[in-house]
């Protein structure tokens, strides 16, 4: 995924919350797409996928996640953009 080409592209996400799962100190989000389709994210991706509400834009996600985490953007930018892929890929997110 190219920032370029999605910069200005607004994310929606697919799916609903369904359950939050802790195993030892690790979280996982469970999101159900459908009765067949459920899958358990990272707290990363599920940070990634709350912020895809249809009216940020990628580079407004990647300016809070900069401003939540306290990181320079150019260092945030990469890791979202690989967790939207994958979650594009996952039908979790439409572009």
Excluded at 39 to 50: N, R
Excluded at 52 to 69: Q, Y
């Amino acid at each position: 995924m190219n920032f370029d080409e999605v910069k200005d592209l607004k994310p929606q996400k697919v799916g609903e919350l369904i359950d939050v799962t802790k195993s030892g100190e690790e979280e996982g989000y469970v999101i159900k797409l459908s009765e067949e389709k459920v899958y358990e994210l990272a707290p990363i991706a599920y940070y990634v996928w709350e912020l895809c509400d249809g009216n940020r834009t990628v580079t407004e996600i990647v300016d809070r996640a900069s401003n939540d985490t306290n990181l320079p953007s150019d260092q945030v930018r990469e890791p979202i953009l690989t967790v939207l892929d994958e979650l594009k890929k996952a039908a979790l997110i439409v572009m």
